[in-house]
């Protein structure tokens, strides 16, 4: 059977915008409990610019669209197809029987399929408005927390057994934060917090990075984190001409102890962030929002915080501070506390 409007070469491939999905992949399985439970497929996306995103998906919603795209683009007799025609990737039928998650996990390896020759199909298919709004992050795809991402955990979760912690200039590595709390499956993996820094070793796989938090090393999905500082693509990394990041050490002094927290901060420390941001950073942080803020002057005593003037003197006494530092960040010297303990 000819098939010519099912290949697309390279000049097709570069006619499509950098938005649009060319790969999706299921990475794993959740549960949505409510009025009827159901499996949904925890699907990432990878667009033409190379960016990568979560969506979440029944297989209702496969079926639709297979539905729409037959209505619109199947030929009246597949023999002979016409232009703006194509033979579409066979779906997985509806099961009506069995245990759900069983049913969901059996159709993976065929959706993965489906999505792959669907993406594979020419330019004009894949600017359709069904196609483009199946594999849209929705607002409600992008709020929600992943879990484990089993899917696409690499193949061997060993890490080295050293037990040397390696030494590094903080501002200066390949870093992280995390967007996500993550709950490691095993020694292997890291636990994280939303808010946490992560300092960057290597790269295991496209999906997942080696770091280090809290003085334990492990294994960890590079969605459930945003890069500050990169990895360099090889041994020797030059100078990096991105943004300057700086890091704060923040604490929050309860009735039960202190709880730590790295936080970075977008800005260089040449530009003055504001007090309000600075503010409603930190109450994101700690879930705290009855909090006043304080930091440590070179002397060891606390000042308290209360507009930008302060933010600015702040600034100025932990650039003194640093001065022989690559990029004058103040670690150390942010506290936030509560009324109680003012």
Not at 266 to 286: C, G, H, N, W
């Amino acid at each position: 059977m000819p098939l010519p409007q099912q290949l697309r070469d390279e000049s097709d491939f570069d006619q499509l915008p950098h938005n649009i999905p060319v790969s999706a992949t299921i990475a794993d399985i959740e549960e949505k409990k409510g009025f009827i439970d159901y499996f949904r497929f925890v699907i990432e996306v990878k667009t033409k610019g190379g960016s990568k995103y979560l969506i979440y998906r029944r297989y209702r919603e496969f079926f639709n669209l297979h539905q729409t795209l037959e209505a619109r683009y199947s030929p009246e007799d597949p023999e002979k197809p016409g232009p703006n025609t194509c033979i579409l990737p066979p779906l997985p039928g509806k099961v009506y029987i069995g245990n759900k998650q069983e049913i969901a996990e059996s159709r993976i390896p065929e959706l993965n399929t489906y999505m792959k020759r669907l993406l594979g199909f020419p330019a004009w298919f894949l600017l359709d408005e069904a196609i483009r709004m199946f594999f849209y992050q929705t607002e409600q795809d992008s709020q929600h927390q992943p879990r484990a991402l089993r899917r696409l955990r690499p193949p061997t979760r060993k890490v080295k057994a050293e037990t040397v912690k390696p030494k590094m200039d903080l501002f200066s590595s390949p870093r992280a934060e995390a967007i996500f709390d993550f709950r490691g499956n095993g020694k292997a993996e890291l636990n994280l917090k939303r808010g946490e820094v992560i300092f960057l070793l290597r790269r295991v796989n496209a999906d997942w990075l080696e770091g280090t938090v809290n003085n334990q090393t492990g294994i960890f999905p590079e969605s459930f984190v945003k890069i500050i500082k990169p990895l360099p693509e090889s041994d020797s990394e030059g100078e990096s001409g991105g943004h300057t990041y700086s890091c704060l050490h923040c604490c929050l002094l309860t009735p039960s102890g202190v709880i730590t927290r790295d936080v970075c901060v977008q800005e260089a420390l040449t530009i003055q962030p504001a007090y309000k941001e600075l503010l409603s950073r930190m109450r994101d942080v700690f879930k705290e929002d009855d909090i006043a803020l304080n930091y440590r002057d070179p002397q060891g005593d606390l000042i308290r915080i209360l507009d930008d003037e302060d933010i600015q003197l702040m600034i100025k006494e932990s650039r003194a501070l640093h001065d022989h530092g690559s990029d004058g960040c103040f670690a150390d010297a942010f506290a936030v506390f509560p009324p109680a303990a003012r």
